[in-house]
């Protein structure tokens, strides 16, 4: 069975930081790309930052480049979201998703929330 367990999300100060982690089991790791999105109340969801298991390339998206870092550890089967210098307009729901580039998800978490008090 695939399974993406996210944790780490959390209420914090605006400029305060999160790490979250995505647990992931049920299929072979490092033949995805594992990335991060995000739905705030109201908004569409967006693509926040990925990394590619094989290789360890990564992208961000523009709105969080220089305050969050994604990483991987392979032989844990997770990939960590380093959140610092929160604002609140990064509150919203994040989610973990698996799938065969970045930007695609066949497999998704069920979320944690993230919430930055100003």
């Known amino acids: 069975e695939v399974q993406l367990v996210e944790s780490g999300g959390g209420l914090v100060q605006a400029g305060g930081s999160l790490r979250l982690s995505c647990a992931a089991s049920g299929f072979t790791f490092d033949d995805y790309a594992i990335g991060w999105f995000r739905q705030a109340p109201g908004k569409e969801r967006e693509g926040v930052s990925c990394?590619?298991?094989?290789?360890?390339?990564?992208y961000y998206a523009d709105s969080v480049k220089g305050r969050f870092t994604i990483s991987s550890d392979n032989a844990k089967n997770t990939v960590y979201l380093q959140m610092n210098s929160l604002k609140p307009e990064d509150t919203a729901v994040y989610y973990c998703?698996?799938?065969?580039?970045?930007?695609?998800?066949?497999?998704w978490g069920q979320g944690t929330q993230v919430t930055v008090s100003s």
């Open positions: 990394i590619s298991s094989s290789d360890g390339s990564t």
């Open positions: 998703a698996a799938g065969p580039t970045c930007g695609i998800g066949d497999y």
